[in-house]
């Protein structure tokens, strides 16, 4: 259990902007147990996503649209933006159209350029227009929920993405961690799924069919990344690997959106 709290703590220190001021180990061990909670820091994220949205929604006076931007702005402030760094490392490296020692290369270079610009812009600004449409067509307290499970999927894909796909350079953060993984680290993926699972059969069942959808776009996402990131980059890099968080939230919250016009409307 106390490794498991470490690595948790290790998660919200390297992912997230929240202050740990604690010395932690970066031993395998300890880095093994961060990967096993990395859906437990997509609950946090997710519950401070949706608690947010709740007050502004359904206490706050403001807007629906002020609502909405003051959400979207938290979704960065919370990550520091660690993701969208990788999001944008990697869409320079693939619109450079060259191999992938070339690509890797474009990766490491700390300048971002016009592709990895237009790209976030692109990635964003979409993001609010979701967030601002699921604002003005809010009807059921339901969606709550389903933002909050966005970061818990998106983190799930990340540790999967670490265990089952070969990296593609010898260092950085993403060899680090995955050099700790192993294939029980996301076996514990499926107990998290199977106890939320349970929960709302017994508590909420209404919310199972929409929960079970958002697993299975989740894992679909996961198949055509791994492909893609060995066909594009010959493996993972810890900013492939944060342009796919990015990319399952992208899909997750465009699904979300699409939902009130085809299931809840």
């Known amino acids: ?49 949706a608690l947010i949205f709740y007050l502004l929604l359904m206490i706050s006076p403001f807007s629906p649209l002020a609502a ?18 990788g999001w944008m490392d990697a ?3 693939y619109f450079s159209y060259g191999d992938r020692q070339k690509r890797l290369e474009v990766m490491k270079d700390p300048r971002v350029g016009a592709f990895g610009v237009l790209s976030v812009i692109l990635l964003l600004s979409t993001k609010l227009f979701f967030i601002y449409e699921i604002a003005i067509k809010f009807e059921s307290t339901s969606v709550f929920f389903f933002i909050a499970c966005i970061p818990f999927f998106s ?13 593609a350079k010898n260092s950085g953060l993403g060899k680090m961690f995955q050099d700790a993984a192993t294939l029980r680290s996301v076996v514990m993926y499926g107990v998290y799924i199977l106890l939320v699972a349970i929960g ?31 066909g594009w980059f010959g493996g993972t890099t810890g900013d492939v690997i944060g342009a796919c968080v990015e990319g399952v939230e992208w899909s997750l919250w465009m699904v979300l959106w699409l939902s009130h016009y085809f299931v809840m409307g």
């Open 155 to 167: 983190r799930m894909v990340m540790g999967m993405m670490l265990v089952k796909v070969k990296t």
């Open 1 to 49: 259990m106390k490794i498991w709290l470490k690595g948790l703590l290790i998660n919200l220190q390297f992912f997230t902007a929240i202050p740990i001021p604690l010395q932690l180990p970066m031993d395998n061990k300890h880095l093994n147990g961060a990967i096993k909670t990395f859906p437990l820091l997509g609950i946090i994220q997710g519950v401070i996503y």
């Open 200 to 230: 709302l059969f017994f508590f909420f069942p209404s919310l199972i069919f929409g929960f079970t959808c958002m697993l299975i776009i989740s894992l679909c996402l996961f198949m055509i990344m791994k492909q893609k990131s060995v």
């Open 68 to 85: 909405a931007i003051f959400l979207w702005v938290t979704l960065i402030v919370v990550t520091g933006g660690i993701h969208l760094d």
């Open 91 to 93: 869409s320079d490296a």
